[in-house]
């Protein structure tokens, strides 16, 4: 059968279990790779119809890369709110939200953005400092982690917050010296402002996330796991209401795994659905994935449920009862829903950031665990981990889904929060890897950019320029070869997705190759080096050209 495509070149397959597998072509039909070996024994089966991609010397092909935890429908959503990411100070930030709610139209009703830090203001933002810049207003404003919120005094009055309002179950509403609510809320206490906040229209939510998605494809990100958001709307949420509008338009680029949070557990099982199921009769790349559950907190905003107590912060208490963070969700509970989703027949990713919570979410996993459904039960950022759990990944069949970006923003913090812990038991990707447990890559977007190239370099130097020149590496016995990282962005999101035909570039795989300078993957990896700021010249999907520069 003559072939569909034809690529030569300088080619990683990631064929087999190890190496990068390199051949000098790749003959395409039908939208799968149907050879990969040399170019003499390929191009006898191309013919004058054959569409032709040749390598320049200074390029290398990849197969394409999933992101395997990645908002969609929220990170479309943020690119149109203020953005605080990059904002060194509460004065820069205080002027950024004036300027935000000036571009405002009249009849807005809220000012939303996300991104801010407290370790970068030096404190806590207060609703006070938001009433100095933009008085009455409603505010909502996500933290960096997406796990604290900032709000206004009118958006506190709006949803009734008081000094005598109780915690609710899985959060804290932090109070300033005088008992009243200072205008930050952690966890599930976000939510007593964000109910009132109107959604956006599914015209707005598909145009983003189209445009996401473009940004994604031209990055060499073909696939990505969606761990779930607006989980407190109708049904299965507006995302996935946009996901289905452009893919039925064939407007959709990449495939999507949408997960489902506690509330829509119930709703997913009246529509019958199972992990690895189309979303919808019909649905040509859009899946269900998992359930999607919090065990704890964050580093940042100071949640994550520790082992040993977190270390003591001058001028920043910590509200008594807090020391070693808080379970979002009690460990019994979290037992009981991933049981519940397993008798549906929907397989659990559990958020766990400190140690307590990765050894809840695993005890709670395990039991569902062993390969009974298509897609692995998984551990979603593991930043702290017991030795004493490490080998329970492997021997459970639970995958490691982390982010290695993540430690970009968190060295200096985890090294101050977490003491002698933070090196020797954090962000162990090597040590997790070398167990055989399944490590799969992301992002977090938009909690960090969607760019997947910083993230691999992390993985492989443990160290970002944003350190500084002399900066050491963090924890360097956990760094990563290049082509192990590889395999954790390419090949282990399909894997734990039940995807056995993604992820390598081998007869019957999808066609999913991206074209990258040569020196990505040949010069020796430096922070900030030829792979952390790698852009594709060419991207097919399914053998299709999804982008081109």
């Not at 000012?111 to 407290?118: F, K, R, V």
């Not at 977190?310 to 460990?331: K, M």
């Not at 981990?385 to 329970?392: S, T």
């Not at 889904?401 to 200096?412: F, K, M, N, T």
Request: glycine letters at 10%.
């Amino acid at each position: 059968m003559p072939l569909d495509a034809l690529v030569t070149g300088r080619i990683a397959t990631l064929g087999g279990e190890s190496g990068f597998g390199w051949v000098e072509a790749v003959g395409i039909t039908g939208g799968r790779v149907a050879f990969a070996g040399s170019a003499v024994d390929l191009e006898t089966r191309a013919d004058p119809f054959t569409r032709r991609y040749e390598l320049d010397p200074d390029e290398v092909a990849i197969p394409g890369l999933t992101d395997a935890h990645l908002h969609l429908a929220e990170g479309g959503i943020a690119r149109e709110k203020v953005d605080l990411s990059q904002v060194p100070t509460l004065a820069d930030a205080l002027t950024a939200v004036r300027t935000g709610a000036d571009a405002l139209p009249d009849d807005a009703a809220w000012l939303e953005g996300h991104g801010w830090d407290p370790d970068r203001f030096g404190r806590w933002p207060t609703a006070d400092d938001l009433e100095s810049v933009v008085p009455g207003r409603r505010v909502a404003i996500w933290a960096h982690d997406h796990h604290s919120l900032w709000v206004s005094r009118a958006a506190l009055g709006g949803a009734g917050i008081d000094r005598d309002s109780p915690d609710p179950d899985g959060g804290l509403i932090r109070h300033d010296d005088a008992g009243d609510p200072s205008g930050i809320l952690h966890e599930s206490a976000a939510r007593l402002v964000t109910r009132h906040i109107p959604p956006a229209d599914a015209e707005r939510y598909e145009r983003l996330v189209a445009d996401l998605c473009a940004d994604l494809v031209a990055l060499g990100v073909v696939a990505i796991h969606d761990p779930g958001a607006l989980s407190l709307q109708e049904g299965l949420g507006a995302g996935i209401g946009a996901f289905r509008a452009l893919d039925e338009r064939g407007k959709l680029p990449i495939r999507v795994h949408a997960c489902i949070r506690e509330e829509q557990i119930g709703a997913a099982a009246r529509a019958g659905l199972k992990s690895g199921d189309p979303l919808w009769p019909g649905a040509d790349r859009a899946r269900f994935g998992w359930l999607k559950l919090f065990a704890d907190g964050t580093l940042a905003s100071r949640t994550a449920a520790l082992l040993e107590p977190i270390e003591a912060e001058a001028g920043r208490p910590l509200p008594e009862g807090t020391e070693r963070g808080v379970f979002l969700t009690p460990p019994e509970r979290l037992a009981e829903l991933a049981r519940e989703a397993h008798g549906h027949r929907i397989a659990t990713i559990i958020h766990a950031i400190g140690d307590w919570g990765v050894r809840a979410a695993l005890d709670a996993l395990e039991p569902t665990a062993g390969g009974s459904l298509p897609l692995m039960p998984r551990l979603e950022h593991v930043q702290l981990l017991h030795p004493d759990d490490r080998p329970r990944f492997a021997k459970s069949r639970i995958a490691a889904s982390v982010q290695p970006i993540h430690l970009r923003a968190d060295a200096a913090a985890a090294r101050r929060l977490w003491g002698d812990r933070a090196e020797s038991n954090g962000y162990t990707w090597r040590s997790i890897a070398d167990t055989g447990a399944i490590l799969a890559f992301g992002t977090d977007a938009p909690v960090e950019p969607i760019d997947p190239w910083p993230g691999l370099s992390m993985a492989v130097t443990r160290r970002d320029p944003s350190w500084g020149p002399d900066a050491p590496a963090f924890g360097p016995n956990e760094t990563l070869t290049l082509e192990r990282a590889l395999r954790s962005a390419c090949v282990a999101p399909a894997v734990t997705a039940g995807e056995r035909d993604r992820g390598r570039l081998v007869p019957g795989q999808r066609a999913d190759l991206v074209v990258l300078p040569i020196e990505a993957l040949t010069e020796p990896v430096l922070p900030g080096g030829a792979l952390a700021t790698a852009r594709p010249r060419l991207v097919l999907i399914d053998g299709a050209v999804g982008y081109e520069a």
